[in-house]
C-alpha cells in the first residue's frame, strides 16, 4: 500500500525553464510533507517543507503547493539550473510521530 | 561539525556471510532510522532506535536483521546470511527528537551500498 506516490519516475525541462514535481498522498492523518534531493551517492538532503495549515511555502526558486482535498503537493522550481539535476523524494509524516514516508522518486534532468 | 556518518561507503558479501553496517548520528542526535532503498524504489522504512532502545522495527525483516544503537559507539545494522535480494543501499538518518511544531527533520548520511554476489 503505497501512501505517497510519485507518478513520474523521471522528467527532463530546459535551463531556466520551471520544473513542477509532483506528489499524491492517501493518508488523511498526513500534516507535514518534506522535499528531499538526492544526488547519486549521496544520502537525501533536506530542500523545503510545508505543514497541513498551510497551501504554499517558499524558499529562494523552491515552492512547495498543498491542495489537502486533493491530497496533492507539488515541488516548483523555477529557474532550473542544470545542478538542480537530482532525484527528488517527497514525504509525508504525521506530527508527533517519527516515521516519514517516502514516495518513489522523480529524477529531474536539467538541460543546459 | 560533521553529519551523519556511515560506513563502509561499499560492502561486498558473498551470500550466506555476515554485513555489519555502521552509522554516527550527528552530534547531539540521540535518535536513528535506518532506511533500504532497492533499485527503482523509494526509501523504505526499517527501524527507529533510541539509545540503547529500539523503538519501532516494524519496517524490518524478522529474520536475519538486527539493529543496535548502544549507549556508546555507533548504531549497528547487522545482516546475517546475507542473500542476493538483500543488496541495496542502506541509509542512517538522525534527529535530535521529536520536533516541535511538528517538525521532525531527519538528517541522512551518504549511505551504504551493500552488492551481495
Known amino acids: 500500500d503505497q501512501q505517497v506516490k510519485q507518478n513520474s519516475p523521471s522528467l527532463s525541462v530546459q535551463e531556466g525553464r520551471i520544473s513542477i514535481l509532483n506528489c499524491d498522498y492517501t493518508?488523511?492523518?498526513?500534516?507535514?510533507f518534506l522535499w528531499y534531493k538526492k544526488y547519486p551517492a549521496e544520502g537525501p538532503t533536506f530542500l523545503i517543507s510545508?505543514?497541513?495549515?498551510?497551501d504554499k511555502n517558499e524558499d529562494g526558486r523552491f515552492t512547495v503547493f498543498l491542495n489537502k482535498s486533493a491530497k496533492h503537493l507539488s515541488l516548483h522550481i523555477v529557474p532550473s539550473q542544470p545542478g538542480d539535476s537530482a532525484v527528488y523524494f517527497c514525504?509525508?509524516?504525521?506530527?508527533?510521530?517519527?516515521?516519514?514516508?517516502f514516495g518513489t522518486g522523480t529524477r529531474l534532468k536539467v538541460l543546459a | 561539525n560533521a553529519g551523519v556518518m556511515q560506513n563502509p561507503r561499499h560492502l561486498v558479501r558473498r551470500r550466506g556471510q555476515e554485513a555489519r553496517l555502521r552509522c554516527s548520528p550527528m552530534?547531539?542526535?540521540?535518535?536513528v532510522y535506518w532506511y533500504r532503498q532497492l533499485p527503482e524504489e523509494g526509501l523504505k522504512f526499517m527501524v527507529y532506535?533510541?539509545?540503547?532502545?529500539?523503538?519501532?522495527e516494524s519496517g524490518m525483516p524478522k529474520e536475519r536483521f538486527s539493529a543496535e544503537f548502544p549507549k556508546e559507539g555507533p548504531s549497528i545494522l547487522r545482516i546475517q546470511q546475507v542473500v542476493r535480494g538483500d543488496s541495496a543501499a542502506y541509509f542512517c538518518?538522525?534527529?535530535?527528537?521529536?520536533?516541535?511544531?511538528?517538525?521532525?527533520?531527519?538528517?541522512f548520511g551518504p549511505g551504504t551500498r551493500l552488492t551481495v554476489l
Open positions: 493518508n488523511s492523518m498526513f500534516d507535514y
Open positions: 538518518a538522525s534527529s535530535p527528537g521529536l520536533g516541535t511544531g511538528g517538525r521532525n527533520e531527519q538528517f
Open positions: 532506535l533510541q539509545k540503547e532502545n529500539i523503538i519501532d
Open positions: 552530534k547531539g542526535h540521540s535518535h
Open positions: 514525504a509525508a509524516i504525521t506530527s508527533g510521530t517519527y516515521k516519514y514516508i
Open positions: 510545508i505543514s497541513s495549515i498551510k
